[in-house]
Antibody, heavy 119, light 107 residues
Framework: EMQLVESGGGLVQPGGSLTLSCAASALTFSSNSMTWVRQAPGKGLEWVSSISRSGDNTFYADSVKGRFTISRDNPKSTVYLQMNSLRAEDTAIYYC????????????WGQGTLVTVSS | DIQMTQSPSSLSASVGDRVTITCRASQGINNFLAWFQQKPGKAPKSLIYAASSLQSGVPSKFSGSGSGTDFTLTISSLQPEDFATYYCQQYDSYPLTFGQGTRLEIK
């Protein structure tokens, strides 16, 4: 089973930047697309971004398009989320997720990392 | 974008009860429908994929059904550890979308 561990969260001022990382344990990392999902305090789950197995294709929610960039390093089994021009509404727990049961499946989730955007 | 509508938004039930949660997609999703359980302070946990397939290690008290645009999650013989929030999610096309969640509470 794939284990996912996120890191890089923290407190950042509005307009600032932050890069999240998600390290995967599975040898099958390069066989799966990877996804970031966030959850604002007390709210539901919101898809943020996904990247294909090779990294050639990336997808973004309208709310982050142009500000966030997803990338992956398959030899390091790690996916990243570069977040720029952060806003208060980006405050959330950010989870990475992936899975083998489908091209866009979210079978396995990390524990999440908290991003707080505040002055 | 495909909209996912869950009902009810909250549900009160007793230990031992059987409950059903419904999820409707705004268009057909080829059965690319997943159900997740989330407990306070924890990451979501996948229960069901492909509308009706049980994830490895998930008890058979959880079952999923449906096709086309209408799907259900049924939980039988509720136990205290089952009281949580449940989400449906379509993974047929981007943007991936989730239902708003159903909070299952102890009566």
């Amino acid at each position: 089973e794939m284990q996912l561990v996120e890191s890089g969260g923290g407190l950042v001022q509005p307009g600032g930047s932050l890069t999240l990382s998600c390290a995967a344990s599975a040898l099958t990392f390069s066989s799966n697309s990877m996804t970031w999902v966030r959850q604002a305090p007390g709210k539901g789950l919101e898809w943020v971004s996904s990247i294909s197995r090779s990294g050639d294709n990336t997808f973004y929610a309208d709310s982050v398009k142009g500000r966030f960039t997803i990338s992956r390093d398959n030899p390091k089994s790690t996916v990243y989320l570069q977040m720029n021009s952060l806003r208060a509404e980006d405050t959330a727990i950010y989870y990475c997720a992936s899975g083998p049961t489908g091209a866009m499946a979210l079978d396995h989730w990390g524990q999440g990392t908290l991003v707080t955007v505040s002055s | 974008d495909i909209q996912m509508t869950q009902s009810p938004s909250s549900l009160s039930a007793s230990v031992g009860d059987r409950v059903t949660i419904t999820c409707r997609a705004s268009q057909g999703i080829n059965n690319f429908l997943a159900w997740f359980q989330q407990k306070p302070g924890k990451a979501p946990k996948s229960l069901i994929y492909a509308a009706s397939s049980l994830q490895s290690g998930v008890p058979s008290k959880f079952s999923g059904s449906g096709s086309g645009t209408d799907f259900t999650l049924t939980i039988s013989s509720l136990q205290p550890e089952d009281f949580a929030t449940y989400y449906c999610q379509q993974y047929d096309s981007y943007p991936l979308t989730f239902g708003q969640g159903t909070r299952l509470e102890i009566k």
